[in-house]
């Protein structure tokens, strides 16, 4: 599965956190990430991790186009919670895109640990079939 990990500046600690606890799940998956954030969670776990740029210099939109493509399987996505946090526009455009391609996301602990049980259990196996990264549908071309 292709999975994207996402964190607000606020959240990077509790995220590098989720990985370290989910680490051996995790580690199944191929794992892009916002630079800073990947960094982050690859020093905390040893998880090997693609890096994109960070979210403010082109990251965000680097993940649109992916969940456009639907190339992405799964989307961590921790957000600031706290009301004065800065709204971004390309962060609900993330989350539009991950809507219109039926990309399962989390934006909280909460449902990450769900999402991260279900990939365990091949409950999102299905992804499998409409990511055309994926190798199901590489193996299928050949």
């Known amino acids: 599965m292709e999975i994207a990990i996402i964190a607000d500046d606020k959240k990077k600690e509790l995220m590098a956190q989720f990985c370290i606890a989910y680490c051996g799940i995790l580690s199944r998956h191929h794992l892009s990430a916002t630079q800073i954030t990947g960094k982050y969670v690859a020093e905390a776990t040893g998880l090997d991790i693609e890096l994109m740029m960070s979210g403010s210099t082109g990251g965000a939109e680097q993940f649109i186009s992916r969940v456009s493509l639907n ?27 991950c809507d219109m391609q039926n990309v399962p ?21 299905w992804r499998e079939i409409v990511n055309p990264r994926s190798a199901y549908n590489r193996n299928k071309k050949n």
């Open 71 to 97: 190339e992405i399987d799964v989307l961590f996505f921790f957000r600031d919670t706290e009301p004065d946090a800065e709204f971004h526009v390309l962060d609900n455009e993330l989350l539009r895109m």
């Open 105 to 125: 996301v989390a934006t909280n602990i909460a449902t990450a640990e769900v999402l991260v049980m279900a990939l365990d259990s091949g409950a999102l196996d």
